[in-house]
């Protein structure tokens, strides 16, 4: 029996072409970005580039959330290699490109340029950023990612939020999602980034541990993701713009503020780039 035959009842054989046929990037390959490299390949995408510079590390506790990375592993195994093996292991026939590199770097640009849609699993607001306005440069769709736990006093809140950036349904600025502050930080000259930590005493390497993070809130995140993806490339229905996940409430919302006349979204050539 055809591996397919179960999904192609929902979308049928041409959109499981279209698939077949998609190169599709993702951006960050910790706990959401491996999530969706995973599903991918289950729902059958020709070729993957995965863009990330990370490695495993057991002081970063990356181990309880990194999908694919077992106890075999040793520390400083980079991600995009774990990631790698994760897919051929589900689906020997994939092509996987690795960047193992930041997002600004010239290679990953490069690669991400050819891709038919962006998958962003990053976890701070200025990669966010810089890969929207990319995206908008480019003419590419972007399906943008982000997951939070945080302990409060009377309850743990936990949950996230998926954004499908395109030229119908708008960009991550007009959204309003983006942190202004983390923005701002992220676009600093590396003078400014050292008169800041002068004046506040922080250094920003003491802030980059980040918080909680369990991976069944990045499974359900990723899964919602990965699921607007499917929709946009075999074109079942139309994305949905801006989902909230509320985990601690058991909700999920249709998101619908949006700013008129954007800047970003302005970016976007009059036609898709070849």
């Known amino acids: 029996m055809d591996r397919f035959d179960r999904q192609r009842r929902i979308f049928g054989d041409e959109g499981q072409e279209r698939l077949a046929a998609a190169t599709i990037g993702v951006v960050g390959g910790g706990g959401l970005g491996s999530f969706v490299v995973l599903e991918l ?17 057991d002081e970063k506790s990356n181990r309880n959330r990194l999908v694919g990375a077992w106890e075999s592993h040793p520390l400083g195994v980079p ?60 003419g590419l769709p972007l399906i943008d990612s982000a997951s939070d736990t945080m302990p409060e006093e009377e309850e743990v809140v936990f949950g996230g939020r998926v954004c499908v950036a395109t030229p119908e349904t708008g960009c991550l600025v007009c959204f309003g999602v983006l942190d202004r502050d983390e923005v701002n930080e992220y676009l600093e000259s590396p003078e ?17 541990q980040g918080g909680p993070s369990v991976i069944t809130v990045n499974g359900v995140v990723a899964s919602i993701a990965a699921t607007e993806l499917m929709v946009l490339v075999t074109g079942i229905r139309a994305p949905i713009a801006h989902q909230d996940w509320r985990g601690h409430q058991g909700s999920l919302r249709r998101v619908s503020d949006r700013e008129e006349a954007c800047y970003y979204c302005g970016l976007r050539p009059a036609s898709p780039v070849p």
Do not use: W
């Open 41 to 57: 390949a289950y729902l059958g995408v020709g070729k993957i580039l995965i863009v990330d510079d990370d490695c495993l590390d």
């Open 192 to 208: 400014q980034r050292a008169d800041r930590e002068a004046v506040y005493g922080v250094h920003e390497d003491a802030l980059t």
């Open 79 to 138: 991600k995009v290699e774990i990631l790698r093996d994760l897919a051929l292991m589900i689906d020997s026939g994939i092509e996987i490109e690795m960047v193992e590199d930041r997002l600004e770097c010239d290679k990953a640009k490069a690669a991400l340029a050819a891709v038919d849609v962006v998958v962003g699993c990053v976890d701070h607001d200025g990669p966010r950023f810089a890969l929207n306005k990319f995206c908008c440069q480019h």
